[in-house]
């Protein structure tokens, strides 16, 4: 089995910082793509951040220049950095990530639970 946990949510006020920490545990070969989205009440879960098992990342437009997304390899976790924080951030915050169990197996897309991120005064 394949677990994603999130931590590092809560509440902030509007021009706060969260980091948010994805760690990835269970039986892991590779680790490839990791990813954030977010989901607000009432609207789709969208992509917030991706970055490649070579760290090449790629933002929504929405978090250029705000957020950071990173990755620990040896520790199988992704992270968010997240700064500049809005009321319009506030969502629940989903990790997703492809992962080979097995070398020379294929991958298998895995979620966590979500964390809440409420940008509030």
């Known amino acids: 089995q394949v677990q994603l946990v999130e931590s590092g949510g809560g509440l902030v006020q509007p021009g706060g910082s969260l980091r948010l920490s994805c760690a990835a545990s269970g039986t892991i070969a590779s680790i490839y793509t990791m990813n954030w989205y977010r989901q607000a009440p009432g609207k789709q879960r969208d992509l917030v951040a991706r970055?490649?098992?070579?760290?090449?990342?790629n933002y929504a437009d929405s978090a250029k220049g705000r957020f950071t997304i990173s990755r620990d390899n040896a520790k199988n976790t992704v992270f968010l950095q997240m700064n500049s924080l809005k009321p319009e951030d506030t969502a629940v915050y989903y990790c997703n990530a492809d992962i080979s169990r097995f070398y020379g197996t294929s991958s298998r897309n895995y979620w966590g639970q979500g964390t809440q991120v409420t940008v509030s005064s």
């Open positions: 970055i490649t098992i070579g760290g090449s990342t």
